[in-house]
Every structure is written in structure tokens, then in C-alpha cells.
């Protein structure tokens, strides 16, 4: 490794990416077995669950999309092993998931069937996390190149700081990870209309352009034709009670986030990027449903931004919660992680509580827990598409 590479202290994975976490991950498939999983959690330390309360299959809506979410957090860089829990071994979704996962990924599946009951599935399903746990906990970080970073951003509870500090701090940190080779999403579709031709004149293609303008579009006509009018319903009340006027605003301070790097690529939720630089991912505008999409497109560290505080977390990413004003990190000092502040209160720069934060993404990246870690907020939803997928 060249010696002015920029580093994290993170874990090599055999398929040449790296995890800034090692969890072993208990994954339900269906929702009849989401409080076994949470049981086998909370009997072996270390290990990390979901809940997942939607059915899944085939003959069900956004089935498509779940398969690739669920296979993505499977695959995930972050993840040492996945338990996965079913009811019965045959369940299709069971067999969609682990089809064609690659020789690298460790996974088992425990089903209700073969373990003769709820009571022998979660034995069995204790008895290999627990190894899997002391087998993780023998690997040790090591150096590695931030070009391997794939940084998920995200922005909820916005108000009329939101596109002046955090946004904007949180854009630079992007910027400085895309010039170091990193790759970095831009999510929040519905959040992005009024702003969908700033980014179109940053595409690297006029294909990447095109996908732009038909992404926006797509969602925003998917929501009329189920009566719901963006550009009347937006803001949000909570938007509205923090200064924001309309959802042109909105939009505009989202974008800040992708910071100034081209557009290179725009990809379906929760798929992989395939390219380096700025991606645009196309989710809905729904906090915990954006951030399963990143997390199974394989970010390894999520950053938050926010002007009222939110609760959300991931289970196997690290989400970093920044404030847009230093007020609200004084009343939610046990939410937020970072302050974006003193852009505000201009004793710093946007640059400057730019570099801060890159050095805070780093710094989580090497493994310094978040607050979302520490209460252990992990919720979890699949986004099943737009209404005429």
C-alpha cells in the first residue's frame, strides 16, 4: 500500500472488499420467525438481528426487491456469517436468497421444519452464531485504503439549516472520499425533485442523464397515480415547523450532500454500484426503508443528517448522526454523533466542518461506535418498489 494512501482500520473480506464491522448477523425470512432471532441474539453476544414484518414471496408485491435486499445484507462486507431463519427449508424465499451466492459468503440456513420446532431451530441456530462469534472476534483490523469505502448519505427531519450546514459539510466529506477513490450514494428520490437537472448537468454520460430525469420522474408519477401530490404534500409538517417553505427547497438542500463530484452512475435500490464516484440510488423517501437499500447495496458506513432528530439505525452499518445547529446536539446529545453547527453560528467554515466529519467517517469506519450503535437502533423495512412495478 502506497504510503500517502488514506487509511481506516477495517477487515479484509475474500472477495477483495472490506467491512468496518464484523458482525454475525441472525436474518428471518419471514415475519413468523423474527422473535426467534431476537432471541438467539440476545443469548449470544455478539451477534446482531432484525425484525422483519413483512411477508415475502413470490406472488407478493416488491418481490424482487426483497430478494436482492435480503441477499444483500447476506453478502454484506460488514457481516462475518448470517444465520438465516425460516420456517420450513423449502420456503422459496430461502431458496432465492442463497441461489448463487458467492464461495466467499458464509451463511447456514435453521429452519422450523428440520429442527423439529421453534425450540430446536433456535438452538441450532445459537449453537452457530456462537462459533461464528469466536471465530470474528480472533480477526484483527487492519490498514486499508478508503478507495475500498462505499459511504451511504442521508438526510430526515430537515430544516432551513439543513442545506447550509449539514448537508453541505456532509457533501465536502463525500467529495474528499470520491478524490481518494471511494464511492459514495446519493439516495431520496422523491427528495429530489426540483433538483433532478442540477445533478443531470453533472452526469459523466448523457446515459446517466437520461436515467436521472426518468428516475425522478418515475417516482413522482408513481406517487400521483395513487393520489399523492409531492410538489402540494411537500414539506413534511415536521419540514415545515423547521423553516423549510417549499419542496424546491427541500430538494436543493438534499443535493448538497452529493457535494460538487459527477454523477456516474444511477442504480436500482439496494443494488451494487459499479462504478466509482457519485452514485444516485433510487429509494423511496422513507428513513429506515433508505437505509436497508444502502446497506444492501453494500455501504459500510451511513451518514445521517438531521434538524429534529430522528432515532433510526442499521443493524450491520454505522449510521452517523449529524445536527444541522448545535441547539439541537445540546438537546439530543445522546442521538447525535456530530455537529454541523458552527456553520451556523459562522466561527467555522463549511470546508472545515467538512474535513471534521471526514475525519469522523473514518474514524467510525476503524470502529469507534455510533450513537444509533450504543441504543441499538435497528429497524428494518424493505421498500417493494413503486406502484406500477
Avoid at 68 to 79: A, C, E, K, Q, S
Avoid at 222 to 248: K, L
Avoid at 325 to 334: C, D, I, S, V
Amino acid at each position: 500500500m502506497a504510503a500517502e494512501e488514506v487509511t481506516f482500520m477495517g477487515y479484509w473480506r475474500p472477495d477483495g472488499r472490506a467491512g468496518t464491522r464484523n458482525h454475525v448477523l441472525v436474518l428471518p425470512l419471514s415475519p413468523a420467525v423474527s422473535t426467534t432471532a431476537t432471541r438467539v441474539e440476545a443469548q449470544v453476544p455478539g451477534t446482531v438481528s432484525v425484525e422483519l414484518h413483512q411477508d415475502v414471496g413470490p406472488d407478493l408485491p416488491g418481490w424482487k426487491l426483497a430478494v436482492r435486499t435480503l441477499r444483500g445484507w447476506v453478502d454484506h462486507p460488514n457481516v462475518y456469517g448470517t444465520v438465516l431463519l425460516a420456517l420450513s427449508a423449502n420456503d422459496p424465499v430461502v431458496e432465492a436468497v442463497v441461489r448463487d451466492l458467492p464461495p466467499s459468503v458464509r451463511w447456514e440456513v435453521v429452519s422450523f421444519d428440520a429442527a423439529h420446532g421453534r425450540r430446536g431451530a433456535e438452538l441450532r441456530a445459537a449453537e452457530v452464531a456462537r462459533a461464528w462469534v469466536q471465530a470474528a472476534q480472533k480477526m484483527e483490523r487492519e490498514p486499508i485504503a478508503v478507495r475500498h469505502l462505499l459511504l451511504a448519505t442521508e438526510c430526515g427531519g430537515s430544516d432551513a439549516c439543513s442545506g447550509l450546514s449539514a448537508n453541505p459539510s456532509l457533501g465536502y466529506a463525500s467529495d474528499l472520499l470520491i478524490q481518494h477513490g471511494g464511492t459514495s450514494i446519493l439516495a431520496e428520490t422523491t427528495e429530489l425533485i426540483g433538483a433532478e437537472g442540477i445533478l443531470a448537468d453533472r452526469a459523466t454520460t448523457p446515459e446517466v442523464a437520461a436515467a436521472i430525469w426518468q428516475t425522478v420522474a418515475h417516482a413522482e408519477h408513481a406517487a400521483m397515480r395513487m393520489g399523492v401530490d409531492f410538489r402540494g404534500g411537500q414539506p413534511a409538517p415536521g419540514n415545515i415547523a423547521g423553516g423549510i417553505t417549499t419542496i424546491e427547497e427541500k430538494s436543493l438542500g438534499c443535493v448538497h450532500k452529493g457535494g460538487t463530484s459527477a454523477v456516474v452512475e444511477v442504480v436500482d435500490y439496494a443494488e451494487r454500484p459499479r462504478r466509482q464516484g457519485l452514485v444516485v440510488m433510487d429509494t423511496p423517501g422513507h428513513d429506515v426503508m433508505q437505509f436497508v437499500g444502502m446497506a444492501a447495496a453494500g455501504a459500510q458506513v451511513i451518514v445521517f443528517t438531521t434538524g429534529r432528530g430522528t432515532p433510526t439505525g442499521a443493524a450491520i452499518v454505522p449510521v452517523i448522526k449529524v445536527s444541522t445547529r448545535t441547539e439541537l446536539k445540546r438537546q439530543l446529545p445522546e442521538l447525535i454523533d456530530f455537529d454541523a453547527g458552527p456553520v451556523i453560528d459562522g466561527y467555522l467554515t463549511v470546508e472545515q466542518v467538512g474535513e471534521a466529519l471526514w475525519r469522523k467517517i473514518r474514524s467510525v469506519a476503524s470502529g469507534e461506535l455510533t450513537a444509533a450503535e450504543r441504543w441499538r437502533h435497528r429497524e428494518f423495512g424493505i421498500f417493494p418498489g413503486w406502484e406500477d412495478e
